[in-house]
């Protein structure tokens, strides 16, 4: 019971039970919800010699499928938990009826649905606030169940064990919290270590008890923890008890570490004497079961507004920022049109250190002039055409050979976290060719980044676009990495020939659209688009493809990979060529089966951006192969582009980011009249790493100080000390374990071994000391005693 309205169309005719159907979408819907039933309601006998064709239009009697107004009321009737249907047509009119029904809000017919006979409740109530009595008349079942706080650890394990055999879906409301104290004077260590051990023990074993008689098939139940004055609202809030934090934090972490188990934080604010009136217990009891399909709902505070109106706060999370970043942003942005002022304020797109796509931001940045070498031209940069790739640097994910510590400035420079955008379309504003005068529209492709203003690229990765040529500036920006691609990989890698059978797999996007319009250009076979649909999202494409094409596929193009990937292989024809656009499962190092691929056929791993860096001389020439194949009719534009302004960033690498859209996404930069806000670069304004006081890596800190690392002899322990001593420059660390060195280098299959005489080595190396000391991090005492043996910092 988790919708409010449901559409249904044409698709109920096709299903063999249409009890069992409505019954279904019966269960979805919240008690009064609408299911509104669009269908074919009145018939011709004439109908039979069209769609007498499809199985579904019969029923196993030979009737005719499609039901009539009065069999549709008998329907719902028979099914049972909705009101009268409604109808918007006459029952003599031919073509569709628009049916609507309302599921029923009478508890008396509720209570005896299978949605609410599968699903039980069980409330663990403290005695003093009767919140059973107010809490039972409004949940949706009436299989409930009422623990106090008086009953045996082995009574609750047995009520659990019975209500998981006996419902599909337990829910679970632990409201022992309402019972806490406030804290006292005088009570305040002896009431918070009784709560403590009490509810967060028998919470813990609650949960133990769950997954110890969870039933295999059926959900994990969710858990609704009522807490009352616990989360305050602002930091005036005088009625907070922390008493029950140690609660709190247990079910966030378990939040995150268990999410199976559904963990829902609910605060009542001010008082529990309001709890038993029925309003305010309808309101929660609706806040529980809502957030059971609703995220947002992990954690609300239900309060009471001076009208006696019930208000929800829902908890949100951001970054905090440094007081002095806090003072100096306002200082930093400047307004821009693009268009017209670009070029007296050029920008570019600053990816933040965060790595979060929310914190992308465009920042001054001057233009490169002194850069310009002879080989080099200036670029005034109009469009970008966004790929996969550029959003994965942005997030920091783009999969290449990075060494571990290695900062994004060490990395080269076209993998460059920093570096996002390569396709771009802009004007010549600086040139020293003869080939390129001030003033020709162009396209290209940039390594170091082209999401700028200005860019100075080499004159072999850029090509002018023909003056006949009538594309506009998003569609040119769109074409680089697309059409580069396809000629590069059935052109140059495959040659691939008239006749030939080709699977394309995501073709809806310009990757995809370039491989097809190569495709016909030389008259290959396309299955994906052209000539066959199929489906990519699951197996089933490769059983009716084999159908289809028993002698196999000449040529695959992929983009997909796991258990996807490796059924693609099995579709090869003897000497077939697979080409690995997406390259996720290369990373992964993931085993491929090339047993398919024994007769003679040829796996080929396409990296563009290899290809540009090694073979810049050919760029050119492909260029002018893609215009030519333009000016012969050949090849057109992707359909669609989603063009987004500069100020408008965040949402075009979000859209970016799903990988679900069709066509490309195009940023527009200098072309753009809408304005934009400019800050000052990061490197500008923040004081570096290396000198601000307190930084973690200070000269001081790592000449003098000492580091401190839990866990130190542990894996990621001995690889981040190895990392402080070679790349920080760190002198001193002190390795915490519960072993001795000795134990840890007698014990037999250690493979941490190895790391640990590795960092002997490069400690001797760089002149720095590592101590081992034995310390249980558990123990309080142990630990502070060895921060007092710490030498301090002078």
Same mark, same amino acid.
């Given at each position: 019971? #988790? ?97 609507? *029904? ?26 003093? @606030? ?10 949706? #079942? ?20 019975? =209500? ?33 051990? @009490? ?36 930091? =005036? ?15 966030? #972490? ?21 709890? *038993? ?41 951001? #970054? ?17 049109? %693009? ?6 304020? %050029? ?9 979060? *796509? ?91 980044? $082209?999401? @700028? ?67 016909? $250009? ?7 688009? $052209? ?29 997909? $990979? ?59 020439? =492909? ?5 030519? @194949? ?9 359909? %669609? ?82 990392? =402080?001593?070679?790349?920080?420059? *760190? ?64």
């Amino acid at each position: 019971e #988790s919708h409010d309205i449901i559409f249904v169309a044409s698709i109920l005719q096709t299903t063999s039970d249409i009890n069992h159907s409505l019954n279904s979408l019966r269960r979805l819907l919240v008690p009064g919800g609408l299911l509104f039933v669009v269908k074919l309601t009145l018939t011709h006998s004439y109908f039979d010699f069209i769609f007498g064709l499809f199985p579904y239009w019969w029923r196993n009697n030979y009737s005719r499928a499609p039901l009539n107004i009065d069999q549709w009321r008998q329907a719902f009737q028979s099914v049972g938990g909705f009101e009268p249907m409604e109808v918007s047509s006459k029952a003599n009119t031919f073509g569709d009826s628009l049916m609507i *029904v309302r599921k029923s809000i009478v508890r008396s017919i509720l209570i005896n649905l299978s949605e609410w006979q599968d699903q039980a409740w069980l409330l663990f109530v403290d005695r003093a @606030h009767n919140l059973s009595y107010a809490l039972v008349p409004h949940l949706p #079942s009436s299989n409930i169940e009422v623990l106090s706080d008086a009953v045996t650890i082995d009574h609750i394990s047995s009520t659990i064990n019975i =209500m998981l055999k006996r419902h599909k879906q337990l829910h679970i409301v632990f409201a022992w919290p309402l019972d806490v104290l406030q804290l006292g004077q005088n009570n305040n260590e002896t009431t918070f270590e009784l709560h403590v051990e @009490h509810l967060c023990y028998k919470f813990v074993y609650i949960l133990q008890s769950i997954q110890k008689y969870h039933q295999h098939n059926n959900p994990f139940p969710y858990i609704f923890i009522l807490t009352q004055n616990c989360q305050p609202i602002h930091a =005036m809030s005088v009625k907070f008890n922390p008493i029950i934090a140690p609660l709190i934090g247990l079910a966030r #972490s378990l939040s995150v570490q268990c999410p199976h188990h559904h963990i829902k934080l609910i605060d009542l604010q001010p008082t529990a004497g309001i709890f *038993v009136k029925s309003s305010y217990s309808d309101i929660l009891v609706q806040y529980i079961v809502d957030s059971r399909e609703d995220n947002n709902l992990d954690e609300v505070i239900l309060t009471l507004d001076k009208d006696n109106h019930v208000q929800c706060f829902r908890w949100y999370y951001d #970054s905090l920022q440094s007081k002095e970043q806090q003072e100096v942003s306002p200082k930093m942005k400047t307004s821009i049109v %693009p268009k017209t002022d670009a070029d007296k304020n %050029p920008f570019r797109l600053q990816v933040a250190s965060s790595r979060f *796509v929310s914190d992308l931001a465009w920042v001054k940045d001057p233009i490169p002039i002194n850069d310009l070498s002879p080989d080099k031209t200036l670029v005034r940069v109009h469009c970008v055409g966004l790929n996969f790739r550029d959003v994965l640097k942005a997030r920091g994910l783009y999969p290449h050979t990075r060494v571990f510590g290695e900062g994004d400035c060490d990395q080269n420079v076209a993998d460059h976290d920093s570096s996002v955008g390569t396709d771009f379309m802009g004007i010549v504003t600086v040139s020293r060719s003869e080939d390129l005068k001030i003033g020709d529209r162009v396209i290209g492709s940039c390594m170091a980044g $082209a999401l @700028h203003s200005h860019v100075v690229v080499s004159t072999s990765v850029i090509a002018r676009v023909p003056d006949e040529c009538l594309l506009t500036d998003e569609q040119l920006a769109a074409l680089p990495t697309p059409f580069l691609t396809a000629l590069h990989s059935l052109k140059q890698r495959i040659q691939l020939k008239k006749g030939q059978i080709v699977l394309i797999h995501a073709a809806t996007g310009a990757t995809g659209q370039a491989c097809i319009q190569y495709c016909q $250009a030389v008259g290959a076979r396309i299955i994906a688009t $052209a000539e066959h649909v199929f489906n990519s999202r699951d197996l089933s494409f490769a059983a009716e493809i084999r159908t289809l094409f028993p002698n196999g596929i000449n040529v695959i193009i992929n983009s997909l $990979a796991g258990i996807l990937l490796q059924e693609s292989f099995k579709l090869l024809a003897p000497h077939g060529h697979f080409i690995e656009l997406g390259k996720r499962d290369v990373y992964a190092k993931t085993s491929l089966p090339i047993f398919d691929m024994r007769q003679n056929c040829n796996f080929h791993i396409i990296d563009l951006v290899q290809h540009l860096q090694d073979e810049i001389h050919t760029i050119r020439g =492909m260029f002018d192969d893609i215009f030519d @194949h333009f000016r012969r009719g050949l090849f057109k534009p992707f359909e %669609p582009l989603t063009v987004f302004e500069p100020s408008k960033i965040i949402d075009a690498f979000t859209q970016a980011s799903i990988g679900a859209s069709m066509g490309k996404t195009i940023l527009r930069v200098t072309n753009s009249e809408q304005p934009v806000l400019l800050q000052e670069d990061e490197k500008n304004t923040m004081i570096s790493e290396s000198s601000r006081k307190g930084s973690m890596f200070s000269s001081l800190v790592c000449e003098n100080g000492t580091i401190l690392v839990s866990g130190g002899l542990g894996g990621l322990g001995l690889t981040m000390s190895r990392w =402080m001593v070679e790349k920080r420059g *760190v002198k001193h660390i002190v390795l915490m374990s519960r072993r001795t060195v000795e134990q840890f280098e007698k014990a037999e299959n250690n493979p941490e071994l190895e790391d640990w005489l590795q960092l002997k080595e490069i400690a001797v190396k760089h002149n720095a000391c590592i101590d081992v000391v034995q310390v249980d991090v558990t123990r309080c005492d142990d630990v502070c005693n060895l921060v007092k043996r710490l030498p301090l910092i002078t």
